[in-house]
């Protein structure tokens, strides 16, 4: 069964460029290590809530974006040991240093639930 393991994090509008450069190059150490597909969405649309929203959660700040990033995997196990195969595969020491407050980031793996497509 499909996993997924996803993020939220809060960009400084200044770096997407060195964003989108850093989310090319991880690609190129996952997808070696079993990844199906990442994605790296910019916010455009993403109000702040009353009670809890996405820049709530990230505490995001003047000049900054939220970013929605999930990676598709085959199962757990393949993601588990691509997660970890990845920190160990020495082309990590290359990635560009996070252009984002990685102590703001919210992650998790996921099983899907309901996917419906047209």
Request: charged share 25%; net charge negative; hydrophobic share 45%.
């Amino acid at each position: 069964m499909s996993y997924y393991t996803g993020a939220v994090l809060a960009v400084p509008s200044a770096n997407k460029q060195a964003y989108v450069e850093m989310a090319q190059k991880m690609w190129e150490i996952v997808k070696d290590h079993g990844c199906l597909g990442s994605f790296d969405n910019w916010g455009v649309d993403v109000p702040t809530g009353k009670v809890t929203s996405f820049p709530m959660a990230v505490k995001l700040e003047d000049e900054e974006t939220v970013v929605f990033s999930w990676m598709e995997w085959p199962d757990r196990e393949t993601a588990d040991k691509g997660m970890d195969a990845m920190m160990a595969d020495p082309r990590s020491m290359d990635l560009p240093e996070m252009p984002f407050d990685g102590m703001r980031m919210i992650w998790g793996g996921f099983e899907p639930l309901v996917h419906l497509r047209a």
